[in-house]
């Protein structure tokens, strides 16, 4: 079983950038596709980014496009989230997840989640 840490959060300008990270241990992140999904207050968790186990394939919401990559370092059991053009509306709780073995943006497909790192963005 693998057990995930996210970290990077934290409050931030509209307009400004954020790299999260989850980092993997008990398993290779290797193994997994990994995702991101993020739950606003009051909302229900949505998904965010996804990415194959070799990071040759991600998927993204709407939402996201364009202002989010998703990027791993399988040799550092590290999967990162880069943040870029931060709106308020991105403000969130941020987890990871893992799953086997192949990207969805369903996050009952994910069995592995992290505790989440909280973003806020103000203007």
């Known amino acids: 079983q693998v057990q995930l840490v996210e970290s990077g959060g934290g409050l931030v300008q509209a307009g400004g950038s954020l790299r999260l990270s989850c980092v993997a241990s008990?398993?290779?992140?290797?193994?997994?596709?990994m995702g991101w999904f993020r739950q606003a207050p009051g909302k229900e968790r949505e998904f965010v980014a996804a990415?194959?186990?070799?990071?040759?394939?991600?998927n993204y919401a709407d939402s996201v496009k364009g202002r989010f990559t998703i990027s791993r370092v399988n040799a550092k059991n590290t999967v990162y989230l880069q943040m870029n053009s931060l709106k308020l509306e991105d403000t969130a709780v941020y987890y990871c997840?893992?799953?086997?073995?192949?990207?969805?943006?369903?996050?009952?497909?994910?069995?592995?989640w992290g505790q989440g790192t909280q973003v806020t963005v103000s203007s």
């Open positions: 990415i194959s186990w070799s990071g040759g394939s991600t």
């Open positions: 008990g398993r290779p992140l290797s193994s997994y596709v």
């Open positions: 997840a893992a799953r086997t073995p192949s990207i969805t943006s369903t996050q009952r497909g994910y069995p592995y």
